[in-house]
């Protein structure tokens, strides 16, 4: 963002058509990447709201209170706050530093993966859901976890079983993705409709999806309700993954996945 204060000498002018000069700052992430100075053209009021709008400039900070000028300066898109006084510099600083603004909270942490997580009950119904709560969140011993609404079809499976496997997507598997975070097995069969493939883990008794590049087998080790989500701990017992992803030592090359 682009933002200039109207000075005279070292500090903001108590009113804008009498500055000197205009400072004009940019502003990206609370910090401010360049600063220039810029006479004023003249002192003729009328003029200034369309000589600051060539620069971009979209907010003018300065020392007067005048509703006036403020009407024509927001007419070239430029907010006035006033009321200043005191070091340029400073104020710009402060001004840049506060021009963050409280974002939502919810689901704040993004990117995330975006994984389908597949499950077996103990009668054997298999069943595969969407999820983006999910993360690592152990390397010794290899642990992963994610999060499940209670409500989901899935989560009396998980629950039961104490197992579960991450399967991670590809942009391939888009539609069925978008499918399987869509519909509930509740509902339908969900599976039958995709043609999803199964077959069943090496360790757990849980299915794995063989169209996924990787898969990675887990048993619930622990499990904690954060609020909407029942976040489940899973120790990894067996991870699957193509094998032109592998390099020698058997690490996953995750740059080839295409990730959703
Ligand atoms: C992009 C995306 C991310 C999702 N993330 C989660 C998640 O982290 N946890 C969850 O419980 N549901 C999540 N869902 C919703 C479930 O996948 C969806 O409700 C699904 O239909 C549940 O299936 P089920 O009832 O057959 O278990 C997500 C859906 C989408 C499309």
Do not use: W
Request: charged share 25%; net charge negative.
């Amino acid at each position: 963002m682009k933002f200039s204060v109207a000075i005279k000498g070292a500090d903001v002018s108590k009113d804008i058509e009498c500055c000197d000069t205009f400072l004009i700052f940019e502003e990206k992430r609370g910090r401010i990447i360049m600063r220039q100075i810029i006479e004023n053209p003249g002192h003729k009021p009328d003029l200034l709201p369309e000589f600051l709008e060539k620069f971009k400039i979209e907010v003018l900070l300065c020392g007067e209170r005048n509703g006036q000028t403020r009407q024509a300066f927001a007419e070239k898109g430029i907010r006035i706050v006033g009321d200043l006084s005191g070091n340029a510099d400073k104020i710009a600083e402060e001004f840049a530093r506060g021009a963050k603004q409280q974002a939502n909270m919810k689901s704040s942490l993004q990117p995330t993966p975006k994984v389908l997580v597949s499950c077996r009950g103990l009668n054997g119904e298999e069943n595969v859901l969407a999820v983006a709560y999910c993360g690592n969140c152990s390397y010794a011993p290899p642990m992963v976890m994610v999060g499940i609404v209670p409500t989901r079809y899935s989560y009396p499976l998980i629950k039961e079983s104490g197992c579960f496997v991450v399967n991670l997507v590809d942009k391939k598997y888009q539609e069925t993705f978008d499918y399987l975070g869509s519909h509930s097995k509740r509902d339908e069969d969900k599976l039958a409709a995709m043609n999803v493939r199964l077959q069943d883990g090496q360790k757990v008794n849980a299915p794995i999806l063989p169209d996924c590049p990787v898969n990675i087998e887990c048993t619930v080790v622990d499990s904690i309700v954060t609020g909407s989500h029942e976040m489940f701990i899973g120790k990894v017992e067996y991870v699957h993954a193509d094998t032109d992803l592998l390099d020698s030592e058997g690490n996953i090359d995750y740059a080839k996945i295409d990730f959703i």
